[in-house]
């Protein structure tokens, strides 16, 4: 069966802090307002996301690669950051089994181990260069922009390695960019290193489901023609105009009025299910740098996304959840489903605390405590939701991912900004030049260096 998308909670009056009647009331209107406003921007071309799971040729791309090198790697490293490398990581801890990276080959069915750096830390760098057999090694250099500071940061030492170790740089790289702009793609011409597209018009964050996510995937053996299929019936389902019907639109429209009409500006994404730990982050990713923005005629929006994961955060966040300030949503992803799911033995009957968990199974026992938190949260007026899936497996993710895909185009239109670009990170970047000496950033340099100057009366130590 297809998400299903459970609001009850998220309404007032029955619960206290949620979306207030009159707004919800009135949603539909302003739904069918946003609905035409992200057509027309469909129409103008700019949100190619929603065209990637008819896309063949681009599939096509990933997995004939992956295929051709099957068997010839022990090893797949991303070099990638935001965008380039949170949608891998996301896809292998949803698709692969805990620990997977650990098997020997044999029992990954010969399919590669996948590794992703995404910072500059030279700790881990070194640390993982130090153990690969270079030999054996495939890098993934993932950059729709093609320089991207730390990313060509990475790639240059790893070019350098593989040049040291004699090793066929068309054979050991593959480059992952935009099909014109950028510095990777006249280096894949001049030298001859394969490149597969990202197309112009996506985004790195939404580009999960190009060859920046599909190429990884694909190397270790997950099924992308599952995933592009779940987005597809997603990005259809998401189509219709009618909110009470589009799970986008829904998700989109709670979030922001409970962001606006009920203060509750921080949105939990919760999944109980550890596979989900790592999807958590990408969207937190997807929802901060699309909508924290300038409005066109000043003054600040953008709610503030967290990951959590249940049941361990119950240990931890939930007390906030429950009794600290009421300006949070929570949306917990249930899980029907469970592989490996274990019967929990009944060793002592006798002893109270033990004794209920007996004959029930690990699985059981994480669904119910996410429904307890779900109804406590509610019970103390908190605003919550529930996204329930049959199983964690392709098609639910590839429908998870275009859901909030989607929704953050919907939030866009509502926020009133660009969910598209990030014009924050680009102050940084210029200073970062600056400090680097890139040429060109001279006027960085200049404006950095009116900056306050550290102060010693305000530093300690
Ligand atoms: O969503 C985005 O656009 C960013 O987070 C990018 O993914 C990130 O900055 C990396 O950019 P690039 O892929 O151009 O190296």
Redesign the pocket.
Known sequence: MALRLDYTNMLAPAVAHGVPADAWRTAAAEFTRVQAAVAAQRDSGVLGFLDLPGNTTLRAQSQRFADSRRGNFDEVVVL?????ALGPVALRTALRRPYWNLLDARRRGDFPRLHVLDNVDPRTITALLAELDLARTLFII?????G?AE?MAQYLIVHDRLQAAGLDRTRHLVFVTDPRQGALRPIAEREGIPALDIPSNV???FSVLTPVGMLPAALIGIDIAGLLAGAGAMAERCATPELAKNPAGAYALLQWLADTRAGAHIHVMMPYADALRDFAAWFV?LWA?SLGKILPAGGSVGPTPLAALGATDQHSQVQLFMEGPPDKTVTFIGVADREGDLLIPNAYPDVKDLSYLGGKSLGQLLDIERRATAGALAKRGRPNMTMALDRVDAAHIGELIMLLEIATIYAGALYGVDPLN?PGVELGKQFTYAMMGRPGSEAARREWDTLPQPDSRHIIG
């Open positions: 990638g950051i935001g965008g380039s993932t950059s729709k922009s093609g991207t990313t985004g790195g964050r990713q740098e990030q």
